[in-house]
Nanobody, 115 residues
Framework: QVQLVESGGGLVQPGGSLRISCAASGPRISAYNMNWYRQAPGKERELVAAITNGGSTNYADSVKGRFTISRDYAKKMVYLQMNSLKPENTALYYC?????????WGQGTQVTVSS
């Protein structure tokens, strides 16, 4: 059974930084591609960043150059470092992976960018 638990969200001022984390557990979890999604009020959930089991990364155009996804294989953790945050980055951020025939999601961590 795969379980994902996000943490590290909070309130940050525009221009600030925040790092959110995803603790992953499950069989061979280090072999999976991992993703960060977000969903803002009234909007659809969107892919923010992805990292493969080999460490290759991909980002949404809106966060390129500001956000960095990384993973720690030994700790079974996935991180999203967010810099130069903007109010429009306010959302519930989810960790997600795919294993077998199923998608697995965490419960989300709220990031609010406001002065």
């Amino acid at each position: 059974q795969v379980q994902l638990v996000e943490s590290g969200g909070g309130l940050v001022q525009p221009g600030g930084s925040l790092r959110i984390s995803c603790a992953a557990s499950g069989p061979r979890i280090s072999a999976y591609n991992m993703n960060w999604y977000r969903q803002a009020p009234g909007k659809e959930r969107e892919l923010v960043a992805a990292i493969t089991n080999g460490g290759s990364t991909n980002y949404a155009d809106s966060v390129k150059g500001r956000f960095t996804i990384s993973r720690d294989y030994a700790k079974k953790m996935v991180y999203l470092q967010m810099n130069s945050l903007k109010p429009e980055n306010t959302a519930l951020y989810y960790c997600k992976t795919h294993f077998g025939s199923a998608d697995y999601w965490g419960q989300g961590t709220q990031v609010t960018v406001s002065s």
